[in-house]
C-alpha cells in the first residue's frame, strides 16, 4: 500500500474571516494494487500561527491583548478563550450581600476583547511549549512567537464532600461562582436563627478577604434587620491568622472582637451533610480530629487549584501545578518566549485583580524588551490589594507587597473602616476596571501613590 502525503490549502469559510493561508491540511491518500480504486483519508488539522497568543480571556487575558492588538496588527494577537461572557468578579462580594445584581457585573466576551484581536471561542487542551505550538478542543493547532499564559484559577466545588448537593439545598451559598452567588443575599433575607458559617480552604484561593467580606456584610446585614441576637457567626479558616499581612490583621481580629464574631484557625471544611445541616471540619493542627458544627447558614469557599491542562504540562508548571515563572519579571523560568500573569501563576502574593493590574506593566515592559532583543528591567514587587468590605458602609484598604509590607495608596491609616472606601469599591473600581484596565490604561496605582505620598513611596 501506497502512503502519500499531500499539502493544500481551501477556503473554510469561517465566522472569524480566516484566509486560506491561515490553515494546512493534511491528507493521507492509500491505494491498493488496483491503481484505478483509491481510498482517500483526509485529516484535516487547521493550523495557524501568530506573533503572540494568549491563553485566557479574563482581567489579564484581555488587558494585555488590549496593550498588543494595537501594537503587533490586526489578527496578529490570538485570544484562546471558551466563555461568552467576561465578569468582573470582585463585585460578586457587593452581590452577595444585595448591593448590587448579578448583570451589573458581566459583559459579552467580545465586547471586551479588541477588536481587531483574532478571538477562537475555544478550549486551550494541549501545550507543547518545546515547539511553540498550543492545540485546542475543537482541533486548531496554533503556533506562536511568543506566548502568555492568562488562565486563571480553578474552582473546586467536588472536592469537598457533599458540597455541590449542598448548594442547591437551603441555607448553603458560595460568592464565588456566577452559578452561586445570587444566592448569597436569598439566604441572608431568610436566615432567622442558629449558627452563621463563614469559611476558607486550606488551597491558594483569588481574593483571600472574599471569604469574610461577605460575613460582615451577613454580620451587619442581620443587625439591620433585627436578626442579630439570633445568629452565632463562626469564621473558620485553614490559615494560621485572620489575614496574611499583620497590620490588616490586627484590624480584623478588632472588627471581629467588636461585633462578637467567633475566629477559628486552622479549620478547614471536608464535608458537608445538607440532610442534618451539618460541616463536618479537620483541624489541620491534628488531622485526627474532626468537628462537626450544625449550620442554618453555610457560606463555603471552595478549595481551587490551577486548571487541570495547565497542571497536566509538566515543563510549564511547579510542583503544585501553576505557572512557574521568575516573581520578578514574570517571565517563565525555562522558556524564553512565555509569560504568565494573574492567579495561574505561582506569584507568592495574594491572588486579586489589583495584583494582574500592577502585573500587566512589568509583562508589557517585558515583553516590548524580548521583542526588541533588549534586557528587561521592568520588576514586579508583588504589590496586590484586598478592599475589606466591612459592612454596608465601610471598607478596610489594604495594601502590600511580597514581603507584607504595606504599600498604601492614600495618606491615611488604611488598616481603619473608612466610608470613602467603600464607597471607591463600590463605584469607582468598576469604572476602573471596565473603562481603563479591559482597555490597557490601567496598570495599577502607582503613580497616584507616589504623587500623595510626594514621591516618597515605593
Given at each position: 500500500?501506497?502512503?502519500?502525503?499531500?499539502?493544500f490549502?481551501?477556503?473554510c469559510g469561517?465566522?472569524t474571516?480566516?484566509?486560506?493561508?491561515?490553515?494546512?491540511?493534511?491528507?493521507?491518500v492509500?491505494?491498493?494494487?488496483?491503481q484505478?480504486?483509491?481510498?482517500?483519508?483526509?485529516?484535516?488539522?487547521?493550523?495557524?500561527s501568530?506573533?503572540?497568543?494568549?491563553?485566557?480571556?479574563g482581567?489579564?487575558?484581555?488587558?494585555?491583548?488590549a496593550?498588543?492588538?494595537?501594537?503587533?496588527?490586526?489578527?496578529?494577537?490570538?485570544?484562546?478563550?471558551?466563555?461568552?461572557?467576561?465578569y468582573?468578579?470582585?463585585?460578586?462580594?457587593?452581590?452577595?450581600?444585595g448591593?448590587?445584581?448579578?448583570?451589573?457585573?458581566?459583559?459579552?466576551?467580545?465586547?471586551?476583547?479588541?477588536?481587531?484581536?483574532?478571538?477562537?471561542?475555544?478550549?486551550?487542551?494541549?501545550?507543547d511549549?518545546?515547539?511553540?505550538?498550543?492545540?485546542t478542543?475543537?482541533?486548531d493547532?496554533?503556533?506562536?512567537?511568543y506566548?502568555?499564559?492568562a488562565?486563571?484559577?480553578?474552582?473546586?466545588?467536588?472536592?469537598?464532600?457533599?458540597?455541590?448537593?449542598?448548594?442547591?439545598?437551603?441555607?448553603?451559598?458560595?460568592n464565588?461562582?456566577?452559578?452561586?452567588?445570587?444566592?448569597?443575599?436569598?439566604?441572608?433575607?431568610?436566615?432567622?436563627?442558629?449558627?452563621?458559617?463563614?469559611?476558607?480552604?486550606?488551597?491558594?484561593?483569588?481574593?483571600?478577604?472574599?471569604?469574610q467580606?461577605?460575613?460582615?456584610?451577613?454580620?451587619?446585614?442581620?443587625?439591620?434587620?433585627g436578626?442579630?441576637?439570633?445568629?452565632?457567626?463562626i469564621?473558620?479558616?485553614?490559615?494560621?491568622?485572620?489575614?496574611?499581612?499583620?497590620?490588616y490583621?490586627?484590624?480584623l481580629?478588632?472588627v471581629?472582637?467588636?461585633r462578637?464574631?467567633?475566629?477559628?484557625?486552622?479549620?478547614?471544611?471536608?464535608?458537608?451533610?445538607?440532610?442534618?445541616?451539618?460541616?463536618?471540619?479537620?483541624?489541620?493542627?491534628?488531622p485526627?480530629?474532626?468537628?462537626?458544627?450544625?449550620?442554618?447558614?453555610?457560606?463555603a469557599?471552595?478549595?481551587?487549584?490551577?486548571?487541570?491542562?495547565?497542571?497536566?504540562?509538566?515543563?510549564?508548571?511547579?510542583?503544585?501545578?501553576f505557572?512557574?515563572?521568575?516573581?520578578?519579571?514574570?517571565?517563565?523560568?525555562?522558556y524564553?518566549?512565555?509569560?504568565?500573569?494573574?492567579d495561574?501563576?505561582?506569584?507568592?502574593?495574594?491572588?486579586?485583580?489589583?495584583?494582574v493590574?500592577?502585573?500587566?506593566?512589568?509583562?508589557?515592559?517585558?515583553?516590548?524588551?524580548?521583542?526588541?532583543?533588549k534586557?528587561?528591567?521592568?520588576?514586579?514587587?508583588g504589590y496586590?490589594?484586598?478592599?475589606?468590605?466591612?459592612?454596608?458602609?465601610?471598607?478596610?484598604?489594604?495594601?502590600?507587597?511580597?514581603?507584607?509590607?504595606?504599600?498604601?495608596?492614600?495618606?491615611?491609616?488604611?488598616?481603619?473602616?473608612?466610608?470613602?472606601?467603600?464607597?471607591?469599591?463600590?463605584?469607582?473600581?468598576?469604572?476602573?476596571y471596565?473603562?481603563g484596565?479591559?482597555?490597557?490604561?490601567?496598570e495599577?496605582?502607582?503613580?497616584?501613590r507616589?504623587i500623595?505620598?510626594?514621591?516618597?513611596?515605593?
Open positions: 500500500m501506497k502512503i502519500v502525503k499531500v499539502i490549502k481551501r477556503m469561517l465566522k474571516g480566516a484566509k486560506a493561508e491561515d490553515f494546512r491540511f493534511w491528507s493521507e492509500s491505494s491498493n494494487k488496483f484505478s480504486n483509491y481510498v482517500l483519508c483526509l485529516q484535516i488539522i487547521p493550523w495557524r501568530c506573533k503572540l497568543v494568549i491563553i485566557g480571556g482581567s489579564g487575558g484581555c488587558s494585555i491583548a496593550k498588543y492588538v494595537p501594537k503587533l496588527g490586526k489578527k496578529k494577537v490570538i485570544i484562546i478563550e471558551p466563555a461568552q461572557k467576561h468582573y468578579q470582585p463585585m460578586f462580594t457587593l452581590i452577595g450581600g448591593m448590587k445584581k448579578l448583570e451589573d457585573s458581566c459583559k459579552d466576551m467580545e465586547s471586551v476583547l479588541p477588536k481587531d484581536a483574532m478571538w477562537l471561542k475555544d478550549f486551550a487542551i494541549k501545550f511549549p518545546a515547539n511553540n505550538k498550543v492545540y478542543k475543537k482541533g493547532c496554533i503556533e506562536y512567537e506566548m502568555i499564559v488562565m486563571g484559577i480553578q474552582l473546586d466545588y467536588d472536592k469537598v464532600k457533599g458540597l455541590e448537593e449542598a448548594l442547591k439545598t437551603p441555607g448553603v451559598c458560595s464565588y461562582s456566577p452559578l452561586y452567588v445570587s444566592k448569597t443575599y436569598e439566604e441572608l433575607k431568610k436566615f432567622k436563627e442558629g449558627n452563621a458559617i463563614f469559611t476558607f480552604p486550606n488551597t491558594p484561593v483569588k481574593c483571600a478577604g472574599a471569604p467580606k461577605i460575613m460582615y456584610i451577613a454580620e451587619h446585614y442581620f443587625r439591620k434587620t436578626k442579630r441576637d439570633k445568629a452565632n457567626i469564621y473558620n479558616t485553614s490559615l494560621g491568622v485572620i489575614f496574611g499581612v499583620k497590620k490583621a490586627d484590624a481580629m478588632k471581629c472582637a467588636k462578637d464574631i467567633k475566629v477559628n484557625l486552622r479549620h478547614n471544611l471536608i464535608e458537608v451533610n445538607p440532610d442534618r445541616k451539618e460541616a463536618v471540619f479537620e483541624n489541620l493542627d491534628d485526627k480530629s474532626k468537628i462537626t458544627l450544625k449550620y442554618s447558614l453555610l457560606h469557599t471552595p478549595p481551587m487549584s490551577s486548571p487541570k491542562i495547565l497542571r497536566d504540562c509538566k515543563e510549564l508548571v511547579d510542583p503544585a501545578g505557572l512557574d515563572v521568575d516573581k520578578d519579571t514574570l517571565l517563565h523560568k525555562k524564553e518566549n512565555i509569560f504568565g500573569i494573574g495561574c501563576t505561582n506569584l507568592p502574593t495574594s491572588k486579586t485583580g489589583a495584583a493590574a500592577s502585573q500587566l506593566r512589568v509583562v508589557r515592559l517585558n515583553l516590548d524588551a524580548k521583542m526588541s532583543n534586557k528587561m528591567e521592568a520588576s514586579y514587587l496586590t490589594s484586598c478592599p475589606l468590605v466591612t459592612g454596608y458602609n465601610s471598607c478596610i484598604l489594604a495594601e502590600f507587597d511580597y514581603n507584607g509590607q504595606p504599600m498604601e495608596t492614600f495618606p491615611v491609616d488604611q488598616s481603619k473602616e473608612r466610608l470613602s472606601m467603600f464607597l471607591m469599591k463600590k463605584y469607582f473600581m468598576p469604572q476602573i471596565w473603562s484596565m479591559l482597555r490597557g490604561w490601567w495599577g496605582p502607582e503613580i497616584f507616589k500623595l505620598h510626594l514621591g516618597l513611596t515605593k
